[in-house]
């Protein structure tokens, strides 16, 4: 079967920043400036710097552990949350207390008129990368000594932070790289801000992990390709795939060796997939759509899936792909699939929901908690047996890639039998002893439930030592598109012990 390019909504020809606000002026000097915050500015606390990280909203305090042993403790702001598909300011969300969000009302205050449209508004859809450009404003906007972006399962957390101190126990003995390098570049008798510490830890960092950034064409020359990235798109809507590949390929070749580190890398591959595909390259097709899921600002994971599967060579593999599409975003889904796509998930998601009656609230806790646990013990048997035909012991291999495709064809599956939509398509690491085992299970309470809803906690036996742990399940009657079919759900379990919540499932 052939698919037209033309049936694909394509993205813009170059993603610029804020891109499609009326108020902005890519000519404008402003925008220069924001372009140039896209990592958060001369206060960004860098997130390959931080080891752990918490906010207790009751305090007010942020802690962190960073990768060379030191902490820093400082008091939080929120400016705003992003959940991958829109930015929410912080002080119209009733998860933050209102307390916190005083830097969101500042930033809302002080921002230049061409942002007008985005103070004003108290959900706005722009990317991630514009989020943490207005960050990077904060940085100026809003007293504080650092400014912080970070993610918090699927949502990506805004912070200020401000009274931040840094301590090293580990120098207090020996004088540490970092501390002679203080030494080295700031006099004894000035001491170094909170902001300055982080940064020179930055710049360490990046000069001894990130010389690859060298490499990384500047902004001019990225702007430069935008001619290039017009004429393969104008190509493509036109389902000239030759000229469509011609055109990428000669922007693939400014790009230099490390494209997927710099826009717009997502586009350029994305596109090269489709054009592929339109000519029969079903491996090349593969290949670049690979790239464009990696890059810095990927195409939707969605539209990137639905390629996946028309590349597919087996229809088991182009199932797979089918229903993670789906089951990232069942809405998107339906929008970008055609009618036999939608048809075969349709199908697929039939029998899924036949393995089952729709069971009770309490009952379903159980059966989920045992589907959960063979899935854990199967998928770490996988791994296992693939590491056996490694040529060295530290270098995957295809066994490994063969192993992590059949974990995550067992993880979708397991999620569209049992878990609302919108879910992460491929799981977490395993262990060989799954935490929450059937037979750990010292008793189930249930908390309430509604025509919608219904919440239980799981105590179970700890893992690792004596004592138990909490965990709160939340259900949700869920509506399954294409199957007029209404069945019980989980939308959440939640660790609930050692002083702190996060999310399992």
């Not at 960073?66 to 969300?93: C, K, P, R, Y």
């Not at 990368?129 to 906007?141: E, F, M, P, V, Y």
Request: proline content about 4%; glycine content about 4%.
């Amino acid at each position: 079967m052939s698919y037209p390019l033309s049936e694909w909504t394509l993205p813009p020809a170059w993603r610029a920043v804020f891109y499609g606000l009326e108020s902005l002026d890519r000519l404008d000097p402003i925008y220069v400036k924001l372009c140039a915050l896209t990592e958060g500015g001369h206060k960004a606390l860098a997130n390959d710097l931080v080891e752990s990280w918490h906010v207790d909203q009751d305090s007010g305090k942020f802690s962190a552990t960073l990768t060379n042993n030191a902490s820093i403790e400082a008091q939080a702001g929120f400016i705003g949350t992003h959940d991958g598909q829109s930015f929410q300011w912080a002080d119209v969300n009733d998860s933050i207390l209102a307390a916190l969000a005083q830097s969101a009302k500042t930033l809302r205050a002080k921002l230049p008129s061409q942002l007008t449209e985005i103070a004003t508004e108290d959900v706005v859809a722009i990317s991630i990368r514009d989020a943490t450009i207005l960050l990077g404003l904060a940085a100026d906007l809003v007293e504080c000594d650092l400014v912080y972006a970070t993610r918090s399962g699927g949502t990506v957390m805004l912070l200020v932070l401000s009274n931040v101190e840094l301590s090293d126990e580990s120098s207090k003995s020996k004088p540490s790289f970092l501390q002679r390098l203080f030494e080295r570049t700031r006099p004894q008798q000035h001491p170094l801000s909170p902001a300055e510490q982080i940064g020179a830890l930055r710049r360490t960092v990046e000069m001894a992990l990130n010389q690859w950034q060298r490499n990384l064409l500047p902004f001019d020359r990225l702007r430069a390709l935008e001619p290039l990235v017009a004429k393969a798109q104008d190509a493509l809507l036109s389902d000239d795939a030759a000229a469509a590949l011609a055109r990428i390929d000669a922007v693939k070749a400014e790009l230099g060796p490390f494209p997927q580190d710099q826009e717009p890398t997502g586009w350029v591959y994305f596109a090269e997939g489709i054009a592929a595909l339109a000519g029969g390259d079903f491996a090349r097709a593969k290949t670049a759509l690979d790239v464009a899921g990696r890059a810095i600002v990927p195409v939707s994971r969605v539209l990137i899936l639905l390629a996946m599967a028309r590349a597919a060579i087996s229809s088991d593999d182009r199932d797979h792909f089918l229903k993670a599409a789906y089951l990232r975003s069942p809405d998107a889904f339906a929008k970008n699939a055609n009618q036999d796509e939608q048809t075969r998930v349709s199908s697929a998601l039939s029998e899924l929901a036949n393995q089952r009656s729709d069971l009770a609230p309490a009952d379903m806790v159980q059966v989920m908690i045992q589907a959960l646990y063979d899935f854990e013990v199967e998928a770490f048997a996988r791994t296992q047996e693939a590491q056996q035909f490694r040529q060295q012991r530290h270098v995957l291999c295809e066994a490994d890639d063969a192993a992590k495709l059949l974990n995550s064809k067992a993880w979708v599956d397991l999620l569209l039998t049992w878990a609302t939509p919108e879910r992460a398509a491929h799981p977490a690491s395993l262990s060989s002893d799954p935490e929450f085992a059937p037979d750990r299970i010292i008793g189930i309470e249930f908390l309430g439930a509604d025509s919608a809803s219904a919440t239980f906690d799981m105590i179970t036996k700890n893992l690792f030592g004596e004592g138990s742990s909490t965990v709160r399940i939340s259900l949700k009657r869920t509506a399954i598109p294409f199957l007029e079919h209404v069945s019980w759900r989980v939308a959440r379990m939640e660790h609930r012990d050692e002083g702190y919540r996060y999310d399992l499932f």
